[in-house]
């Protein structure tokens, strides 16, 4: 970009088209959807079939070839109409991107094409019940064995846990050797050996999370993804992607909040005018509107970093950390100034509040972006561990 505060006219005529369609396909079924656990399957081939998975993948493998910058254009929008349909934008996307990058060819002649089109679910299981964001402290383990790999242990938070047709499985192959002994294997879920668990989460309902149980799982060499033992590096590199555009999930979500709160306020009449006359109400929606704004600018600034090649690991921890606050705190205050009518499910700001929630804990907790920032500002030896 010439200038990286501002999209190209080409960034905005996609950007417009993603907007038309994602509102007039998946604008309509959150709420109702968001009340229950059925996975939205149907939505998924919908993302597949309007290239939004494949943005990241190359055209020669059945993809886009497009950048991480126009995917986050793409998630943003659809995270407007519909936050289950965003993740579900999000997580494909940078599945298939994983897969197309790292995956040997008869793991993507496998897979790449069912999860290409939406008609494959694919998981990431990294973390463990011991082990959260400390993921080189795993304790589930790969043994060599002869034509590939044994795996045995549980992940859990695994989100689409009890859906997916594929497992991105992170596992030690050299316990011995820290975060350098981890690596990243392709495990089939309909493997009698693998068992999921759901749990019962107040939001994120019809994706799932649950947990996976692997019991001598065998993987074979060619479902291994990169080397052994380049796994760490691998979901290190991925987390400053996902980071990035989680930021983008949640501005969707807080931006669909706020512009139904601009409509609502100036149409809502007490003491014989607009609510919306009132500075207690205008001045709010004036605060969260600026720090979404902030917010849209800073993950976009990371996701440009990024295509440029250039670190972004300091600003995808901003964006993680500070995301799910501005959206948290803009979607309640939105639930404020409707009054006792948001105070229902008949409305989708409480889903909302819901979901956005989720994304405080899922890809490090504030905590761990703030170390990775002091960790930048100050230096690893200042900081610590």
């Given amino acids: 970009m010439s200038n990286p505060f501002l999209c190209t006219d ?75 349909v965003g993740y579900l934008a999000f997580g494909s996307a940078v599945a298939c991107d994983v897969l197309a990058r790292h995956a040997t060819a008869a793991a993507k002649a496998r897979w790449l094409p069912g999860l290409l089109a939406g008609d494959l679910v694919v998981a990431l299981a990294l973390t463990e019940p011991g082990s959260g964001s400390d993921a080189a402290a795993m304790r589930t383990t790969a043994t060599r064995v002869e034509g590939g790999w044994v795996l045995t242990g549980e992940k859990t938070s695994v989100t689409a846990a009890v859906h997916a047709h594929l497992a991105i499985v992170f596992a030690k192959t050299d316990p011995d050797a820290g975060a350098a002994g981890v690596s990243a294997f392709l495990v089939d879920t309909d493997d009698r ?121 300091r600003e995808a921890a901003m964006v993680k950390w500070w995301g799910p606050e501005v959206a948290f705190n803009a979607i309640k205050d939105c639930i404020v100034l409707h009054g006792q009518v948001a105070f229902s499910d008949d409305l989708p700001l409480q889903s909302m509040l819901r979901d956005v929630t989720a994304y405080f804990i899922g890809d490090g907790t504030p905590q761990i972006q703030k170390l990775v920032i002091a960790r930048h500002v100050l230096g690893r030896d200042a900081v610590g561990a």
């Fill in 193 to 313: 050996t693998v068992t999921s668990h759901p749990f019962d989460d107040p939001g994120g309902k019809p994706l799932g999370r649950g947990s996976v149980v692997l019991d001598g799982t065998f993987v074979p060499d060619d479902h291994v993804l990169g080397a052994p033992g380049n796994g760490f590096r691998i979901v290190m590199h991925e987390f400053d992607l996902t980071r990035s555009l989680i930021g983008l999930i949640l501005v969707g979500g807080a931006q669909r909040a706020l512009d139904m709160t601009a409509a609502y306020v100036t149409e809502r009449q007490a003491f014989g005018q607009p609510i919306s006359r009132f500075q207690g109400v205008s001045f709010p929606i004036a605060e969260h509107t600026t720090y979404v704004e902030a917010l849209r600018m800073l993950s976009y600034h990371s996701l440009g970093r990024r295509v440029a090649g250039l670190p972004h690991s």
């Fill in 10 to 84: 080409e960034q905005e005529e996609f950007r417009r088209s993603v907007a038309g369609l994602a509102r007039d396909r998946f604008a309509g079924s959150y709420l109702e959807g968001a009340k229950t656990d059925k996975f939205p399957g149907d939505e998924l081939r919908q993302l597949g079939q309007a290239g939004i998975i494949g943005l990241l993948v190359d055209e020669e493998d059945g993809g886009q070839g497009g950048d991480a910058f126009t995917l986050g254009i793409a998630i943003e929008e659809v995270a407007y109409a519909n936050l289950t």
